[in-house]
């Protein structure tokens, strides 16, 4: 006799509630028994584990654990870069990209040319070929003089990009500049045809040159493919060689890696005389960085997309290059001033104490999670969350969390229905680091927040315990 799907759905939700329902009646400290014996079963200690979940408005929480301890927060410390942002530069709050310069009465340049740059964290290769190509039109068709760019707004200690997880080529790894065109990267577009695999790149960089060593392979495609794939940069004279070795099932199709293989200032140089010499100008000065220069005249300038239409872009796709961004602009909302980590830092601290919001225990770096050294305590990330439900400013922090299990990080995520589009949460992970914290709306249509830190070598295995806690929230409140 065959089931239905919908009875077997009913009969598991059914189990479930049952199941929960023994945890309905909590202490506020410590876990209910049978969260505790889950999370003894997957080999984590409860005091690796920071947790509360409080009814929104509610004076105080539901439950908690180890509340008041410092845990690394992953990219969950994101929500602090957004909320913090969006208070303290306004939602229509953009980064201007703009090219200065002198030009006679025949509308030619003379002199030098100076591009400023103001930190736009999503300025793409198009827009910064469109600000040339109108720079082209204005009737500027020869550079004589320099360009001068002005990359310098900046103040923070530029290391090596190795040192967090020795993979500093990967693009989330990129400490930005003002001037990032494209977060720095490097496309590669792998295609299959007739049993050969092809390799090239979706921009004509000069003096580069792709050397494709990529090898098909009948094989079922891997939802990871993109790590079979080795990528790397050497010189060789002028001319810098792009290896690209591994293997490629067929079966996966078209596929595109993303990689930082050149420095930032060839990555602007490259692509200036790349995108001049394809509109037919002539250019035969230098290109100098951060050289000083006298006040001229804008030329042409590119506008950045709002504040507003960004966060949601860093949250729901946990974005590092334009969380880092946005928190420099927070260290000098005036774009033409200097800025740095530190005094953004030091800016948001101000703007939650002033908030009502305890910040002893908040420390940010860099304003993305991808630090060893950002760390919180559960007590302030649900003071957040509270105080985040209240603002006018709310709904669009809120908003800009992924939907469990239909939007950004969230959307491949092994959900039950019932999670699906009734929990915003940000996510974060780390080597030993799994982190949860949003709002979960309730099978009675309550709201909830719920804060979630898990540091332990084992934190990888921890997604059971986890749902466990948000079918536990959404089930039994």
């Known amino acids: 006799m065959q089931i239905s799907r919908v009875l077997v759905s009913k009969i598991c939700y059914l189990f479930i509630t049952v199941c929960l329902f023994t945890l ?57 870069t957004a909320y913090s942002s969006l208070s303290l530069l306004g939602p229509n709050y953009a980064w201007l990209t703009s090219i200065h310069g002198e030009l006679d009465k025949h509308s030619q340049l003379v002199g030098d040319l100076v591009v400023q740059a103001q930190g736009d964290p999503l300025l793409t290769l198009e827009n910064w070929s469109q600000l040339w190509r109108e720079l082209y039109l204005l ?65 004509n960089w000069p003096d580069t040159v792709i050397v494709n060593e990529v090898k098909p392979v009948d094989l079922p495609c891997p939802h990871d493919v993109e790590e079979s794939i080795q990528v790397f940069a050497q010189q060789q004279g002028d001319q810098t060689h792009i290896h690209v070795t591994g293997e490629w099932p067929i079966s996966c199709g078209i596929g595109q890696l993303s990689r930082r293989l050149l420095p930032n200032e060839r990555v602007i140089s490259s692509s200036i005389v790349q995108i001049w010499q394809q509109l037919g100008g002539k250019f035969d000065g230098k ?27 860093m949250d729901k796709y946990s974005n590092n290059v334009i969380a880092r961004m946005i928190y420099l602009s927070v260290g000098n909302p005036d774009a033409t001033q200097k800025t740095s980590f530190e005094q953004a830092e030091k800016n948001i601290r101000d703007f939650l104490q002033r908030k009502g919001i305890d910040t002893k225990p908040l420390v940010i770096k860099n304003g993305s999670g991808l630090s060893r050294e950002s760390s919180l305590s559960p007590q302030f990330l649900n003071s957040l969350l509270q105080v985040i439900w ?14 469990m299990g239909s939007e950004g990080t ?14 915003y949460l940000k996510t974060g992970t780390l080597k030993s680091v799994k982190a949860v914290a949003g709002y979960v709306q309730t ?10 830190l898990i540091n332990d070598d084992n934190a990888a295995t921890s997604m059971p315990f986890i749902h466990r806690l948000l079918d536990w929230i959404y089930l039994t409140r």
Not at 185 to 190: D, P, S, V
Not at 289 to 306: G, I, R
Not at 390 to 403: F, K, M, R, T
Not at 413 to 422: A, D, G, L
């Open 410 to 423: 969230l959307i491949r995520k092994q959900t039950n229905s019932f999670e699906i589009n009734k929990m």
């Open 139 to 203: 009737g500027v068709h020869e550079i004589h003089g320099n360009i001068i760019i002005d990359n310098a707004r900046y103040q923070i200690n530029y290391q090596d990009p190795n040192l967090f997880d020795h993979q500093g080529d990967r693009v989330y790894n990129l400490v930005p500049h003002p001037l990032t065109i494209d977060f720095d990267r490097f496309a590669l577009n792998i295609t299959p045809i007739n049993h050969s695999i092809y390799v090239n790149s979706n921009f």
């Open 443 to 452: 099978k009675k249509g309550q709201w909830y927040t719920v804060t979630c």
């Open 390 to 403: 209240q603002d006018p400013l709310g709904h669009e922090v809120i908003a800009s969390l992924p939907l």
């Open 287 to 313: 290109i100098i960085f951060n050289q000083s220069y006298k006040k001229l005249p804008e030329l042409v300038s590119n506008h950045s997309l709002p504040l507003f239409v960004l966060i949601p872009l």
């Open 24 to 80: 309905n009646k909590v202490n506020a400290e410590g876990l209910p028994q049978p969260l505790a014996t889950l999370l003894k079963d997957l080999n984590i200690p409860e005091e690796h584990v920071g947790l509360i979940v409080q009814k929104v408005g509610a004076p105080t929480p539901l439950l908690s654990l180890n509340k008041d301890k410092q845990y690394q927060p992953a990219s969950v410390i994101k929500i602090v």
